[in-house]
């Protein structure tokens, strides 16, 4: 584990690799409380069931931005900044809180993602539920 926070890894004895982003605490705004993920955490969600019904975008919208609190984010790092502890280079202060989408080419699965349309991102993927689809016991009807 040690190696692998300072961006070294060893995948087995004796083969150890530079991989400085093995482990991201905060580079790349790693720390920001995107809306898009958790956006996608919701998809999820509703892709294998744990959300029973369909909802409209504007319900992932409405919850994602009822947990996820980007002001009180950028408020301790505005003391941070303040107080010479961090760069105000490295906070995303001009965030609508939403990643740009993120293309198919730079996903494990190639299916792109845009969190403002968390339907058509469901109902692009090959597997889970869709649309008006629920699960009735062992079985997804809809």
Request: hydrophobic share 35%; charged share 30%; aromatic share 14%.
């Amino acid at each position: 584990i040690a190696n692998s926070m300072t961006g070294t890894f060893e995948y087995e004895k004796g083969d150890k690799r530079e991989v400085p982003d093995f482990n991201v605490f905060f580079r790349y705004n790693a720390t920001y409380p995107y809306y898009s993920d958790a956006v996608w955490y919701l998809t999820q969600m509703r892709r294998w069931g744990q959300i029973a019904e369909a909802k409209p975008d504007s319900w992932y919208d409405e919850v994602a931005k009822s947990v996820y609190k980007p002001e009180i984010y950028l408020e301790a790092a505005r003391l941070l900044v303040d107080e010479g502890l961090a760069n105000e280079a490295d906070f995303p202060w001009d965030s609508d809180g939403y990643k740009e989408p993120t293309p198919a080419a730079d996903i494990i699965d190639g299916i792109p993602y845009d969190a403002k349309t968390p339907n058509a991102y469901l109902d692009s993927l090959p597997i889970g539920l869709k649309g008006e689809q629920v699960v009735e016991g062992t079985e997804v009807k809809g």
